[in-house]
């Protein structure tokens, strides 16, 4: 072992990478089994992940929620139904092993936060509203009375294993450049997803998909990735509120959306009956977002790639009205952030500048209900996960969060508590040393911007909300060009201390491997699912599709095979079906049942 490359040396029992909620609530079960627990924020501790930018609504069934002493919440409600909703709205790709534990779990993890001191701003008949700093903030406080290491700033590179098992990581502590091993009987995967993958998104800037490609490259297997949420509405200007979801949240009752000469659209790719639904219901993602796009594709769109979010034509009593119960006031505060000055343009008879942004990844590393992957030792929770909502969420991914948190750290306590460390393989550990000084070393080379634009402009135009075979392959083209270029990517700076460049080289090499499995489940799956929508295959072909994409590591390749639905409950349906017809037929099931 090289050890004038390794400045510090950690040995925990059970190792949570990401202290997001998923991250949070992993050490919270962890420590509680009485285990060494150690938490690794890849930015400031308090503030990590994309949970703080939460709307945002916990989601449970409704007799729950009425049982709890909510009154407003549908007594008559049931878990089944709530299951049966989900599996439903998720075109029936759910694994209903996680589906069961979600439903099961969801009333005990809302319970919890507000013992711990979460405030609720209201409540609706199958979800608790709040925002993600309450959620945090309740989190950290059931955090308190155990005893957890913490360690801020420090980018998780790899995953270190042995004898087909885990045996620790490796991370740079961005602000120093000092490099510590460390070494976990078990690890806990909590790193949400690959927003940043996308020009356009809602996610925070540490979501590059770190976690789901280190977990690849250590043999794990990854489900469904095929399958990205893009969110309507999502504002992109003003810049200083560009990816908030502010407007997204506030349209769910009022607002209409306008082409650059000032004209509504959505009627033009939708009849009456569909239009409705997707500007009035939650399933406004699904058509909203491919409307907008078709519309922005179409020439007709505002200056900064998008359309125009307008409330003109409606008195602005009924918006204040109906927003008092949302979750951003007192001021219109939303996410953190104040937005009474994009609510004051739009009083006064202005617009603001919104489309589709990847907010949500359905694929991820695939788990069972104990939270374990394919890997000994190696757990994960939360958005980096896959399997849980199909092929579309509806429900709540805060819920998902909280509920596979505590099962992933409760599983990894447990298997700590029976296992030893497992020896570093040195030639490994040497080898990961290698690849995370190359771009400082590289005197010449790709700059990693660089290569980092030309991947998301691929990934935006290829992967994004309207697919077809041949943006699909060259997005493909694009993965495979820059590929060989990752150990090639070289810095300007060599200093170790807080280096941007250098971050960016090796988040790209974790961003080039996540893009390489959805483009190529993306491309093997010739239907339309959810929020996958092919127009080259514009039906839900039940009879040949209704199977699960997974992907994995062969040797130095990347294989996919199909896979059958996990089924518990709920036998999976047969046909072939119109996209849009077919999810017509879902939403009345759901409205019926």
């Not at 049982?67 to 049966?84: H, L």
């Not at 998909?209 to 490259?217: L, Q, S, T, V």
């Not at 009752?253 to 939650?282: C, D, S, V």
């Not at 080379?445 to 060259?474: C, D, M």
């Amino acid at each position: 072992m090289e050890e004038k490359k390794i400045d510090e040396v950690v040995e925990t029992d059970v190792l949570i990478i990401g202290a997001g909620g998923a991250g949070l609530r992993a050490a919270i079960s962890a420590a509680a089994k009485g285990v060494k627990t150690t938490v690794i924020s890849k930015g400031r501790f308090e503030s990590s992940g994309i949970t703080p930018m939460a709307g945002a609504d916990i989601g449970l069934d409704g007799k729950s929620l009425f049982n709890m002493g909510y009154e407003r919440a549908d007594k008559e409600d049931s878990k089944e139904k709530f299951f049966e909703d989900i599996v439903t709205t998720g075109f029936h790709l759910n694994n209903q092993e996680l589906v069961e534990l979600f439903v099961e779990d969801a009333p005990g993890r809302v319970k919890e936060l507000v013992d711990w001191g979460m405030k609720i701003n209201y409540h609706g008949e199958r979800e608790v509203i709040t925002n993600g700093q309450e959620i945090m903030k309740a989190l950290l406080n059931g955090l308190k009375k155990y005893e957890v290491q913490k360690f801020s700033n420090i980018m998780v590179l790899d995953l270190l294993t042995s004898e087909g098992g885990v045996a620790g990581a490796i991370g740079l502590k961005v602000d120093t450049g000092k490099i510590i091993l460390f070494k976990a009987k078990s690890v806990v995967l909590a790193t949400g997803g690959a927003h940043q993958l996308y020009e356009k998104n809602s996610g925070s800037k540490e979501m590059t998909g770190d976690g789901i490609a280190m977990a690849y490259r250590a043999g794990a297997e990854l489900i469904n990735m095929e399958m990205v949420t893009f969110c309507n509405n999502t504002i992109i200007w003003p810049l200083k509120h560009k990816g908030s979801l502010f407007l997204y949240v506030f349209s769910m009752y009022h607002g209409n959306l306008l082409n650059r000469m000032g004209k509504q659209f959505i009627h033009k790719y939708y009849p009456p009956k569909i239009a409705e639904i997707a500007t009035t219901t939650e399933w406004n993602k699904l058509f909203l977002s491919r409307a907008c796009q078709l519309e922005i594709e179409s020439g007709f769109g505002s200056p900064h790639g998008g359309v125009y979010f307008s409330i003109k034509d409606i008195p602005f009593k009924i918006i204040e009205d109906s927003a008092c119960r949302q979750s951003w006031t007192p001021g219109w505060r939303f996410e953190g952030a104040d937005h009474s000055d994009i609510v004051e343009e739009l009083k006064a008879g202005g617009t603001v500048e919104v489309a589709p942004l990847a907010e949500y990844f359905e694929g991820g590393i695939k788990i069972d209900r104990k939270g374990r992957t394919t890997i000994k030792g190696l757990y994960a929770a939360g958005e980096c996960t896959g399997g849980m909502f199909g092929a579309n969420r509806v429900t709540a991914a805060t819920t998902e969060m909280l509920v596979e948190g505590k099962v992933a750290g409760e599983s990894a306590a447990d298997y700590a508590k029976a296992a030893a460390y497992q020896k570093i393989d040195e030639s490994q550990l040497n080898s990961l040393i290698e690849v995370i000084f190359r771009p400082i070393k590289n005197e010449k080379g790709t700059k990693p911007i660089n290569a980092k634009k030309r991947l998301q402009a691929a990934v935006t135009k290829g992967l994004g909300i309207i697919r077809n075979n041949s943006g699909i392959e060259k997005t493909i083209e694009t993965v495979e060009a820059v590929t060989p270029e990752v150990p090639k990517l070289a810095t300007a700076s060599k200093d170790r201390r807080y280096n941007k460049e250098w971050i960016d080289a090796l988040e790209l090499r974790n961003m080039v491997q996540v893009a390489e499995a959805i483009a190529k489940a993306a491309k093997m799956r010739t239907e339309s699912r959810g929020v996958h929508f092919r127009s080259d295959f514009p039906n839900t072909n039940n009879d040949e599709w209704l199977k699960e994409i997974v992907v994995k590591k062969d040797m130095n390749r990347m294989e996919l095979e199909k896979i059958p639905v996990t089924t518990t409950k709920i036998e999976l349906p047969k046909g072939v079906h119109n996209y849009d017809e077919y999810i017509l037929k879902t939403i009345e099931k759901v409205e019926e049942g």
